[in-house]
């Protein structure tokens, strides 16, 4: 999952806020399971809460367009260290500290952790083994792959500042979602989708957590941002995404809900990256939507706040709890067990997020920028 992005900008957008907690439910939810019995689709609807991840890679080229966009315009090497000073100080302050956690107890339990500095240096979604890739804590190698695109960021603004009019920019997003589209194709007509996810030549491998082809998510991410800044204010562009984004947030349920698509290679990025991004944009730009709305209430916000310390606890939370033990069915009790599992989790999250992650980002800028800025508002 991306680490988050921030917007500090005069206009904030709430709804994007509370998408991430939303996300962060669905990668949860992957790795929690269904009940045993459950019907194909609610099994397939819990398994393909991967896609969460795909839609914070977009959520973060949205945000930091949003957010950087003009400071980039024409990268200087002071421009381009305060950005990624900024970036360092809200992603890796708490990463490493659950990845610490992790390393020690693992090697406290006489695990082979020879690879910790792999992971320390967020390098492991590179690895072609994927067992190397989910060591200590899986959902950690999105980590890497969000830096990689920080990385790409200042390269990526010049060329989409060319883009000076909605159409082009509309353009832009469909030769982006093609060449998408034409690299999974590739991968069903040659036999690799279908390999097993160890295999390192996997459609798993190379569309799902490769740091390269995840570019595509994120400029689709920039392109809906910068088309939002120019023509997201219109009042024909409001009504029509007030109807949009409940449209392409039942898109994402229906298609997580599909059994045939489950772990295929269309899947693992651009099925859901097309509607993640219409999504996006309808919610930023009709926030007086019903869905939008709902987004931003305050616990909502504060949830989706909390929501990247959510996602790096949440895999050695449910080891610890015990979490997702539905192989005996579903009873009352243990529905109740599981939202209270749930409970602790999003709580300790929240935890970390005011007392481990804003202080840290807050005393790594001011002590690492250039320029200090006050903490901008968390998206």
């Given at each position: 999952?991306?680490?988050?992005?921030?917007?500090?900008?005069?206009?904030?957008?709430?709804?994007?806020?509370?998408?991430?907690?939303a996300a962060a439910l669905a990668v949860y939810a992957s790795?929690?399971?269904?009940?045993?019995?459950?019907?194909?689709?609610?099994?397939?609807?819990?398994?393909?809460?991967?896609?969460?991840?795909?839609?914070?890679?977009?959520?973060?080229?949205?945000?930091?367009?949003?957010?950087?966009?003009?400071?980039?315009?024409?990268?200087?090497?002071?421009?381009?260290?305060?950005?990624?000073?900024?970036?360092?100080?809200?992603?890796?302050?708490?990463?490493?500290?659950?990845?610490?956690?992790?390393?020690?107890?693992?090697?406290?339990?006489?695990?082979?952790?020879?690879?910790?500095?792999?992971?320390?240096?967020?390098?492991?979604?590179?690895?072609?083994?994927?067992?190397?890739?989910?060591?200590?804590?899986?959902?950690?190698?999105?980590?890497?792959?969000?830096?990689?695109?920080?990385?790409?960021?200042?390269?990526?603004?010049?060329?989409?500042?060319?883009?000076?009019?909605?159409?082009?920019?509309?353009?832009?997003?469909?030769?982006?979602?093609?060449?998408?589209?034409?690299?999974?194709?590739?991968?069903?007509?040659?036999?690799?989708?279908?390999?097993?996810?160890?295999?390192?030549?996997?459609?798993?491998?190379?569309?799902?957590?490769?740091?390269?082809?995840?570019?595509?998510?994120?400029?689709?991410?920039?392109?809906?941002?910068?088309?939002?800044?120019?023509?997201?204010?219109?009042?024909?562009?409001?009504?029509?995404?007030?109807?949009?984004?409940?449209?392409?947030?039942?898109?994402?349920?229906?298609?997580?809900?599909?059994?045939?698509?489950?772990?295929?290679?269309w899947s693992w990025d651009v099925a859901y990256a097309a509607p993640g991004v219409v999504l996006i944009f309808a919610?930023?730009?009709?926030?007086?939507?019903?869905?939008?709305?709902?987004?931003?209430?305050?616990?909502?916000?504060?949830?989706?706040?909390?929501?990247?310390?959510?996602?790096?606890?949440?895999?050695?939370?449910?080891?610890?709890?015990?979490?997702?033990?539905?192989?005996?069915?579903?009873?009352?009790?243990?529905?109740?067990?599981?939202?209270?599992?749930?409970?602790?989790?999003?709580?300790?999250?929240?935890?970390?997020?005011?007392?481990?992650?804003?202080?840290?980002?807050?005393?790594?800028?001011?002590?690492?920028?250039?320029?200090?800025?006050?903490?901008?508002?968390?998206?």
């Amino acid at each position: 999952m991306a680490g988050g992005a921030e917007i500090h900008s005069d206009r904030r957008l709430p709804a994007l806020t509370g998408l991430r907690i939303a996300a962060a439910l669905a990668v949860y939810a992957s790795h929690i399971g269904a009940p045993a019995g459950s019907p194909a689709f609610l099994q397939a609807f819990f398994a393909s809460g991967y896609c969460g991840v795909t839609v914070f890679f977009v959520l973060s080229g949205f945000v930091l367009a949003f957010n950087y966009f003009e400071d980039m315009r024409q990268p200087s090497l002071g421009s381009a260290y305060d950005f990624f000073v900024a970036r360092f100080a809200r992603v890796y302050p708490l990463y490493l500290l659950v990845l610490l956690y992790v390393v020690l107890h693992e090697h406290a339990s006489g695990v082979d952790v020879d690879l910790w500095w792999q992971h320390a240096l967020a390098l492991q979604a590179w690895d072609a083994s994927d067992a190397h890739a989910y060591a200590f804590n899986g959902p950690g190698w999105s980590i890497g792959v969000e830096f990689f695109l920080y990385a790409c960021f200042p390269l990526l603004v010049p060329l989409v500042a060319k883009l000076r009019t909605p159409r082009a920019l509309l353009g832009a997003a469909a030769i982006v979602a093609l060449a998408m589209c034409a690299l999974v194709a590739w991968f069903v007509v040659s036999g690799k989708g279908d390999l097993s996810w160890l295999d390192p030549a996997s459609a798993h491998r190379w569309l799902y957590r490769t740091p390269l082809t995840r570019l595509g998510d994120f400029v689709l991410g920039m392109l809906a941002a910068r088309a939002f800044v120019q023509i997201g204010g219109r009042g024909a562009v409001v009504r029509l995404c007030r109807l949009l984004a409940p449209a392409a947030a039942a898109l994402i349920v229906l298609e997580m809900a599909w059994p045939s698509l489950t772990f295929s290679a269309w899947s693992w990025d651009v099925a859901y990256a097309a509607p993640g991004v219409v999504l996006i944009f309808a919610l930023a730009s009709a926030p007086a939507g019903w869905l939008a709305r709902g987004l931003s209430l305050p616990f909502v916000v504060l949830l989706g706040e909390a929501s990247y310390a959510f996602y790096l606890v949440h895999s050695p939370a449910i080891s610890f709890l015990g979490a997702g033990q539905w192989d005996s069915g579903v009873s009352g009790s243990l529905i109740a067990l599981e939202a209270l599992n749930l409970g602790v989790i999003l709580a300790v999250a929240v935890g970390l997020h005011l007392t481990v992650e804003r202080p840290a980002r807050r005393h790594i800028r001011r002590l690492l920028s250039r320029r200090p800025k006050p903490a901008p508002v968390a998206a």
